[in-house]
């Protein structure tokens, strides 16, 4: 059998044309395989539901590379391109779930003789067209198509506006004082004589932790806390009305309701109450760490009646040097990023028994690193990972994990 080769990238200057043409291919052999499946259902339980797998692995690979790619692709006509590819990939699981006819095929399947995996996928499969509405009558049923596709345009404006919000401020060079000297050196005065502070975390982690003047610090935070205001208000009220319209529309009281019914939490009441037993159980705790924070910031700041967010991350580095003889200056010292991402490899290969190695293939920008990943113990591949470790324009910029491409036994690398 001819080994499965992982999804080859494209050269830079064809991703524009590639995330297009790629997602719509993917989604026009979904319609295709849609088709074929209602006017030629198949006569067993476990054939239909192998057909429509290949629809969902067909829009969850068109889904998947316009999600990677809206978030952290450089180019902005390739975010666009790709936002526009999920939208689709989107919008045609949206009438799907509403297709009646879909809907009465697996209706109908006879699960007699599933095991019971295939068993568990048609339950799942047929929660799901009823959670999308599919049972409704035909003008709520269009009121749902139009709720959804509206929540997924809402969704990707809200974190356009976060991912392209990078704010700055503007500090004078002596306010840097405490800060790393390579960092320092990193951010020289601009024409201005004053020094710009972006609010990507290599630039406010670092000042928030080592900046000793206050009012620099309470600046870059108040920055950091309204990336996205006042633009992603509205984007929210819009967002949180159509999800308590539709969670109404289809049978629940709330959205949390709805929302937690397939997940670990199982009902939205439960939300709320986990979260104040978290709450209750860290409160004591945090009241002794302020109280030692509050302290310490009085010897600066006799007056100070509560520790700001601004000044908590400084603090405690204060602490943690003075009291526990701990200097994070010194610790990073021994934590070059090439050493880290080396490490990182290789702890996560011994724990799980996985060799990384180096793959020489196309990448999206000239910081991410490919690896291709195999199992140690026989040599068998298992899948290729990129590493895209750094901020810049218009990527998302927090930690996360993306799909580019969902594995499959037997049908494609992941």
Avoid: C
């Amino acid at each position: 059998m001819t080994e499965l080769a992982p999804l080859t990238l494209p050269a830079a200057d064809d991703y524009l044309d590639w995330v297009s043409s790629t997602s719509e291919a993917s989604l026009d052999r979904a319609r295709t395989l849609v088709a074929e499946l209602k006017a030629d259902p198949p006569a067993s339980a476990l054939a239909t539901l192998q057909r429509w797998n290949e629809v969902v692995l067909a829009i969850g690979n068109a889904a998947a590379r316009g999600e990677l790619f809206s978030e952290v692709h450089p180019d902005a006509g390739v975010r666009d391109a790709a936002e526009k590819a999920a939208l689709a990939a989107q919008q045609l699981a949206t009438e799907l779930g509403l297709d009646t006819e879909l809907y009465a095929l697996f209706a109908a399947v006879d699960p007699a003789g599933l095991d019971p995996e295939a068993s568990r996928l048609l339950e799942k499969t047929l929660r799901d067209f009823r959670r999308s509405g599919v049972a409704a009558d035909e003008p709520t049923r269009a009121r749902v198509k139009e709720i959804r596709d509206r929540l997924t345009v809402l969704g990707q404006t809200f974190a356009r506006t976060i991912r392209e919000g990078t704010r700055s401020i503007k500090v004078r060079p002596e306010q840097l004082e405490g800060l790393p000297a390579d960092w320092v050196e990193a951010h020289p005065p601009g024409e201005d004589g004053l020094v710009t502070v972006t609010t990507d975390y290599p630039d406010a982690i670092p000042f928030r932790t080592f900046a000793r003047d206050a009012d620099a610090r309470r600046e870059l935070v108040v920055a950091q806390l309204t990336i996205g205001y006042p633009d992603n208000v509205e984007v929210l009220r819009e967002i949180f009305g159509l999800r308590a319209e539709l969670a109404t529309l289809l049978g629940y009281d709330n959205w949390p309701d709805f929302d937690a019914e397939v997940k670990m939490i199982g009902k939205g009441d439960a939300i709320g109450a986990f979260i104040d037993k978290i709450a209750d159980a860290a409160l004591e705790p945090a009241r002794r760490d302020v109280d030692i924070l509050l302290a310490r910031l009085r010897q600066d700041r006799p007056d100070a009646t509560h520790v700001e967010s601004s000044d908590s991350g400084y603090y405690a580095e204060v602490h943690r040097r003075e009291e526990l003889d701990v200097d994070a200056q010194q610790v990073r010292t021994y934590f070059d990023f090439g050493k880290v991402r080396a490490g990182l490899l290789d702890v996560t290969g011994r724990l799980f028994g996985l060799t990384y190695s180096p793959a020489d293939v196309p990448v999206w920008h000239e910081a991410v690193r490919a690896y291709d990943v195999s199992r140690t113990d026989d040599g068998a591949p298992l899948g290729r990972i990129y590493l895209d470790l750094h901020p810049r324009e218009g990527k998302f910029k927090h930690a996360a994990q993306f799909t580019l491409t969902n594995g499959v036994a037997g049908r494609q690398v992941p």
